[in-house]
């Protein structure tokens, strides 16, 4: 509502003695003058600018006759002061215009400025006037005055006698006779007996009073603290007229203020709070509305000691008070008690250092034009001693203070509240939430274009979100600020309303005359171009936007008629293109709904226009048609109570029962806010009605409205929105009201489901009240969120040191600022839904919501809220929420992740209660390993880790872990290895038994993991704390025996944790899952040579060559090769140019390739296709998903080649009769211009070239080839070598079989093997027979080397166990000296895997590469 902005002013006044500081002030009735009272001076200050005009000052012998000045009041004209002083005299003072035409002070231009000076009003807005004060009159009432009021033509005036006066502004009592209070009858109501109590005792008097208007009354506070209201009961004001009415629990009242607007008291309280209260319109009782007081929680230090309530001051607007006590501070409350600011905590109480500041004790204060100042006179001297003199009087100086207050436009301009934007006016500027105006250049989402079903989306905004809609109201903390035309604002301060159009583009504005407005989009200012035209209209009722139109209703002087008018926005500001219709009385009100325009008057009635646009020819206008007109006198007693008046859409019936379709019923209702209650007014649809199409639109009879209902109380403000929308009518057909400190509050429309018939007991909507910890000021409504600004403080009290002459006002107040704010209220709707038995709407209401990107917070808040209340509950509660909210969020996908979310943030006490309700967390975790959610399954083990035993945990964790390892989550994995091991530190049972070497085969594994045997579970007891090895060595294995563990107990953990890393890579291994298994070495640092040497004759052999190729071919993407038809006798095929095609293929590494489809036994080409685009039926699936391409990018680097980016990304067709592409060819020129090529040989090139799979692939290969060359695994060294179709891969691998260390068993599979693979090229893939003819002669002498060795390997089985656990020192010996400085090299690497890996690729290429030099190493 109202926000302090920036530091305090402050206002010298003339120096003087202490005893002529002022301790009073009193601002006019139009707030443009202030009188400033001290002990025996009255001076008069101008308001803009903030200046002194005139002193007057008693002279010394009267002012001992008359006694120091007490309290003053003004004239409603403005022409007359009245002053009270010590020894019961009242001064009159006439306030004299002096030097006729002359000014106090003028503004000066400098030549040639363009300031009009010969506008009307030009001297009144910039000048300060120059007056003076004469005494008229001398009143002696000999007694202390107590209180003086001004009531419309005279001067009311309460004495310590006890008596009333009733003084006529001139001096006189004209007859009339002062009132005892003794006799004025006091009762609880004005039903009970005329005669009520009287004040029976003799020295009562009223200490202070106010009048109020609106109630025909008086609010008074008595010398023994009660409180009452003392009203006429006819219209004459005699001591037998009057009539009292009191509460009976006051009895500490101090002061008393009177909102008007909303017909409320406030009385201030010795305790230091303040009670509200209201007159019961039948019973004429006083009731109490609400209570304005710190609570101990957010203030404990200073509640309960701020003494009495001092002062109370309403706005001018009458939607906020701010209060001061006895001790200091300022609070600032809005209407019904939301606390908007208190000045005795945070940065206003303590310094930076974190010490305590002396509070700021205020002995008067008074608002100044339209709320933007409160100008207090302060009642601190604050005097460090150690400066100098002129500084200390400098400080001894009396000042006034002015603090600067910007307000949200709600309280001005009611009619916003339709919008979703937030605007804030300040006196000189305006502050946005709609964003830049870059965003608002294309045109916004139905989330404002009228029914629009299409939304478009905005290039600046977040896709997720409507382009209005979040990202833009929400985006950041700052606002957008707008500074108002300076040329606007100097003839025309202050500003009294502000509105902004749907789109948040536009902006209007009214001063004290005529109307500017912005556009956001050109950022520039539009104001009249006929100042005279500005000058001569008064704004009355506020103004609204209607597409490009301003509505506005004003006042004409010159015609002094009352208008409604309409201006385009994109004409010329002037009277020639604006639309004007006459109006009978002035306009309060005003409203836009839809296509009509919404008036309410001052003769208590409702007027209701159509507004259409209309263009003849260049010229557009729009045009304004009288609809209907409702009179509401009976309802209400006094225009001015009307708070706001809106149409809306929002009626009791949904539109399921009506007999209209819901297009037909535009306007439904209309609702007024009559002084905080709201009222409904339906239209009657209890008569015929008229069929629409049968009517002419231009005549349609608009039906009659229904008596009004009366539907909450203690409303300030409320929302409604007319966009329709079938996915959320829930929160797009309720109505939102803020009511202050009671929260808010939704009157929510509820649906049958799948439109049955509603039960006709059911009420159609419900009234559901909320807290929410912001002081709402727009709710976005399919956002399902409330935006909000808030006060913030920033010290800078650092800048001046203790002694400095500066140590005023800086230092004593933080700076202030206002930031947005934005808060979700869906779950206290779900809530209350839920309490009230209505799970069926909560249900839809959240399906609705389901795709908001907070909706899972919603469900957690909603969770963590009723567990905490629940738990923490000192009494039993009978019917608990808990188990029913824990059911509705099970209708959820995200039910398990809300729940451990949930815990999490909650402390471990409550977890038992939450899990009563919620279910076991071991099941949880077990449904959520089936949904494969693992990262939320490993939330719900940190659980388990503390409700269960470590056993129970560990087992958990080693299922999880499994199920991490087989879909490749690393990250989860690593953490698991550190659970696992922090868990078993933690226990002091002995160490499992270490698990034997031999372990069952690993599906067998696996199940029995799955199935949670007791055996596992038990040797799963204790894992250590110690860090994991993450470095992995590349020489053979060293053992358990190695320095790898620390402590026994660590050996057991880690054998542990390395059984199941086992398992995992022996299960890769036999699925021929290579490339998921080099994955898996790299992420988790698995030691994959010394656990392959050991594996050579189990797990790492090759049970099946051709199911390996094939296998390897569709996991690396690798094509498989094909003979074109033209080449089957081409010298390729024997060997000859075997080289050439192996050049080529390795300069093109880095190029695009496909991947080629063959059917069997086919050997020409059928179709080419690139890997990822997979059409058709193919002979070996390209399935990307299951190539765990995401992962491949962490694990494997790729070398540095240029053309990497797009090695896999595109591909170029490549039939028979396609040439290849320019480039390449010159490159074959330069290279090889000595061979003569044949068409067939080309064409066999070209096919080399396509049966090459990607770049990475073949580095992964590359590395792989190394691996298990390292681990003497020679048999998938073949695999590989038969894939890249290197024939030195081949032969490196037969050179090491020839050495007597190789197990026989091996060379003997390798040969059936490779028999195998002959036979399946033979009859399935021809293209690998060339290759398999050039190593014809390996394999032949592979088969003599089987043959000698199958004596003495007959032996060798039990031996080979060994083998595990020693080097094979041949495997290296055949390398030359270079691979083993690569592998030393290799071994110094430290931990990163990266670094590592991309050694470990060069170093099996540069090995291969010395063994054999029949290709280039393209890898660096």
Known sequence: MYFLSGWPKRLLCAPGSPAEAPFHIQSDPQRAFFAVLAPARLSIWYSRPSVLIVTYKEPAKSSTQFGSYKQTEWRPDSTMIAVSTANGYILFFHIISSRGDKYLYEPVYPKGSPQMKGMPHF?????????????????????????????????????????????HWEGMTNGRKAINLCTVPFSVDLQSSRVGSFLGFTDVHIRDMEYCATLDGFAVVFNDGKVGFITPVSSRFTAEQLHGVWPQDVVDGTCVAINNKYRLMAFGCASGSVQVYTIDNTTGAMLLSHKLELTAKQYPDIWNKTGAVKLIRWSPDNSVVIVTWEYGGLSLWSVFGAQLLCTLGGDFAYRSDGTKKDPLKINSMSWGAEGYHLWVISGFTSQPTDIDADIRNIIKQPSILLFQFIKSVLTVNPCMSNQEQVLLQGEDRLYLNCGEASQAQNPKSSSHSQLKPSREKSPFTDGGFESQ??????????????????????????????????????????????????????????????????????????????NDFMVLACYNISDRQEELRVYLRTSNLDNAFAHVTKAQAETLLLSVFRDMVIVFRADCSICLYSIERKSDGSNTTAGIQVLQEVSMSRYIPHPFLVVSVTLTSVSTENGITLKMPQQARDAESIMLNLAGQLIMMQRDRSGPQIREKDSNPNQRKLLPFCPPVVLAQSVENVWTTCRANKQKRHLLEALWLSCGGAGMKVWLPLFPRDHRKPHSFLSQRIMLPFHINIYPLAVLFEDALVLGAVNDTLLYDSLYTRNSAREHLEVLFPFCVVERTSQIYLHHILRQLLVRNLGEQALLLAQSCAALPYFPHVLELMLHEVLEEEATSREPIPDPLLPTVAKFITEFPLFLQTVVHCARKTEYALWNYLFAAVGNPKDLFEECLMAQDLDTAASYLIILQNMEVPAVSRQHATLLFNTALEQGKWDLCRHMIRFLKAIGSGDSETPPSTPTAQEPSSSGGFEF???????????????????????????????????????????????YIDMMLWRHARRLLEDVRLKDLGCFAAQLGFELISWLCKERTRAARVDNFVIALKRLHKDFLWPLPIIPASSINSPFKNGKYRTVGEQLLKSQAANPFLSLEIDTGISNIQRSQSWFSNIGPTHHETDTASSHGPQMQDAFLSPLSKGDECSIGSATDLTESSSMVDGDWTMVDENFSTLSLTQSELEHISMELASKGPHKSQVQLRYLLHIFMEAGCLDWCIVIGLILRESSIISQVLTISQSSEVDGEMLQNIKTGLHAVDRWASTDCPGYKPFLNIIKPQLQKLSEITEEQVQPDAFQPAAMGKTSEQTSPRAEENRGSSCHGSIAQIEAGGNSVVSRKEEDITSGDEEEHFQDGTYDCSVS
């Open 469 to 546: 809609g979040l990202s833009t109201l929400l985006g950041h903390r700052h606002w957008h600020v707008v500074q108002i035309s300076s040329t606007y604002l100097e003839s025309n301060w202050p500003i009294r309303f502000s509105a902004i159009d749907k789109l948040g583009q536009n902006i209007a504005v009214v001063g004290k005359f005529g109307f500017a407005h912005y556009s956001l989009l050109t950022k520039k200012w539009k104001l009249f171009g006929n100042i005279t035209q500005e000058q001569n209209m008064i704004v009355t009722g506020g103004l609204a936007w209607w």
């Open 1009 to 1055: 993991f799955r199935n949670r045997s007791i055996s596992l579970s038990q040797s799963a007891e204790n894992v250590p704390p110690s860090k994991f090895s993450l470095q992995k060595t590349l020489s053979m294995p060293s053992g358990p025996s190695g320095k790898r563990w620390s402590k026994d107990s660590d050996c057991a953990e880690n054998m």
């Open 123 to 167: 001297k009144e807005e910039q000048c300060a006037p120059a007056l003076n004060l004469e005494m008229s009159k001398i009143l002696d009432l000999q007694a202390p005055i107590m209180s003086l009021q001004s009531v419309l033509e005279d001067l009311l005036v309460a004495t310590s006698d006890g008596f009333l006066h009733l003084i």
